[in-house]
Nanobody, 123 residues
Framework: VQLQASGGGLVQAGGSLRLSCAAS????????MGWFRQAPGKEREFVAA????????YYAGSVKGRFTISRDNAKNTVYLQMNSLKPEDTAVYYC?????????????????WGQGTLVTVSS
């Protein structure tokens, strides 16, 4: 699976962005997908994940209620809608694929990673 993330940019606090992650490869539709982020000087952290069917989603407490993860298996794409953005959301956002569909909140469970897209939220 190859992943290509896009949609990052500069936005003011309170604004919105939608990230996209386009995947190639036949395993996408059977893989759980996740978004992670890494802020400068900090470790990579879990943001959100979605099961292969799209039925179940998981969120970090810091983004719950503001971010929404979704997927379109027909388009081999996963999305992250980010609303009410805060300066502390500033980070490089990575999408990742978890073909084993286990431990969706753990980065070590994800076998494939995109290149990352930078989100900067100004105050």
């Amino acid at each position: 699976v190859q992943l290509q993330a896009s949609g990052g940019g500069l936005v003011q606090a309170g604004g919105s962005l939608r990230l996209s992650c386009a995947a190639s490869g036949r395993t996408f539709s059977r893989s759980a997908m996740g978004w992670f982020r890494q802020a400068p000087g900090k470790e990579r952290e879990f943001v959100a994940a979605i099961t292969w069917s799209g039925i179940t989603t998981y969120y970090a407490g810091s983004v719950k209620g503001r971010f929404t993860i979704s997927r379109d298996n027909a388009k081999n794409t996963v999305y992250l809608q980010m609303n009410s953005l805060k300066p502390e959301d500033t980070a490089v956002y990575y999408c990742a694929a978890n073909p084993r569909n286990v431990r969706l909140g753990s980065s070590s469970s994800y076998d494939y990673w995109g290149q990352g897209t930078l989100v900067t939220v100004s105050s």
